[in-house]
């Protein structure tokens, strides 16, 4: 007996309860880094250099380094695939982007958005660094396989991924508002 009037499935224990308000902060200040992404992006290189730097120094952990540069290279193909694939959608008809400058505007929209791209990269590092701590995951292999077929499925999966931007006419990448070229200097200033 609950005593309480019934829905005893919503109360929650106090160790749920504090669960949940670690979560609330954590997600709390993950939400505030979403508009600094050039200090998001700085905090997971100085991430990924101590992970890289601890790879080195114990000279061990190669199974963990390509497990973490297939992961990065599975996140980057979504980051620079467009949310509707092309072929899939439109099949037989044609690309569904704009190829000529009287179709209708379709900005790019990515598979895996810039934020989810940097927080599931940001999180690998992490993951993969405290592994290195354990050295269950110190696995012996002859790293230099390793690195040259990695390097082998990078080159074979990036070329297609290019030939797939060249034949759709999609450039994943913008750089801020276009500004166009119009008088310069030869009018009054708005200020």
């Known amino acids: ?8 499935g919503s109360v ?3 160790v749920q309860q504090k669960a949940h308000e670690a979560w609330r902060i954590y ?3 993950l939400d505030k880094t979403t508009p600094h992404a050039t200090y998001r992006w700085i905090g997971t290189l100085v991430v990924a250099l101590a992970y890289c730097l601890r790879v ?21 193909i979504g980051f620079l695939s467009p949310l509707v694939d092309p072929e899939a959608a439109g099949g037989s008809d044609g690309p569904s ?9 379709k900005p790019f929209i990515r598979r895996l958005p810039e934020f989810k791209f940097w927080y599931s990269m ?6 993969a660094f405290v592994m290195t701590f354990f050295s269950v995951f110190d696995v012996p292999v002859f790293w230099p396989i390793l690195l040259c077929y990695w390097i082998v ?9 290019i030939a797939h931007m060249i034949k759709y006419k999609y450039i994943p990448f913008s750089f801020g508002k276009q500004k166009y070229g119009g008088r310069s200097g030869s ?3 708005a200020e």
């Open 1 to 8: 007996m609950d005593g309480g009037g019934g829905d005893s």
């Open 12 to 14: 929650a224990t106090p």
């Open 27 to 29: 997600q709390h200040y």
């Open 56 to 76: 080195y120094y114990i000279q061990g952990f190669y199974i963990i380094a390509y497990g973490l540069g297939i992961y990065l290279l599975n996140l980057l």
């Open 97 to 105: 982007l704009p190829t000529r400058g009287s179709d209708e505007f």
């Open 122 to 127: 940001t999180k690998a590092f992490c993951i």
């Open 153 to 161: 499925l990078f080159v074979l999966t990036m070329r297609r991924q």
């Open 187 to 189: 009018g009054p200033r």
